[in-house]
């Protein structure tokens, strides 16, 4: 059976850390690029960070960048995103997806897996609250 699973939400303080992973079981994941999404009570869904198969880069949206990490452990079948400096704004359900199709041009650079639009196969999500 095809999965993308997430774990590591939780509540943190402001200023806090947390890693999430994503975990695949049923296909190679070194062969899809990974994009993390989050989506707030109230607010659409919107892409964060995105990892991609071929070269490897990565790419995250301004409102993250210096703060989250993304990187994969082909070995564990798995990508992580490193959280750091957290904010009460990073509130959010956060969701781990990728195209299906191994063929996609979504999974080529960092260039393509930004394209949010194009991420159709998802996990269940895993809960983020940044409170004091």
């Known amino acids: 059976q095809v999965q993308l699973v997430e774990s590591g939400g939780g509540l943190v303080q402001p200023g806090g850390s947390l890693r999430l992973s994503c975990a695949a079981s049923?296909?190679?994941?070194?062969?899809?690029?990974i994009g993390w999404f989050r989506q707030a009570p109230g607010k659409e869904r919107e892409g964060v960070s995105c990892i991609s198969r071929r070269d490897g880069t990565i790419y995250h949206v301004d409102s993250v960048k210096g703060r989250f990490t993304i990187s994969r452990d082909n070995a564990k079948n798995t990508v992580y995103l490193q959280m750091n400096s957290l904010k009460p704004e990073d509130t959010a359900v956060y969701y781990c997806?990728?195209?299906?199709?191994?063929?996609?041009?979504?999974?080529?650079?960092?260039?393509?897996?930004?394209?949010?639009?194009?991420?159709?196969?998802w996990g269940q999500g895993t809960q983020v609250t940044v409170s004091s």
């Open positions: 049923g296909f190679t994941l070194d062969y899809y690029a």
């Open positions: 997806a990728t195209n299906s199709d191994p063929e996609s041009s979504t999974h080529y650079s960092s260039n393509y897996c930004r394209r949010w639009y194009a991420y159709d196969y």
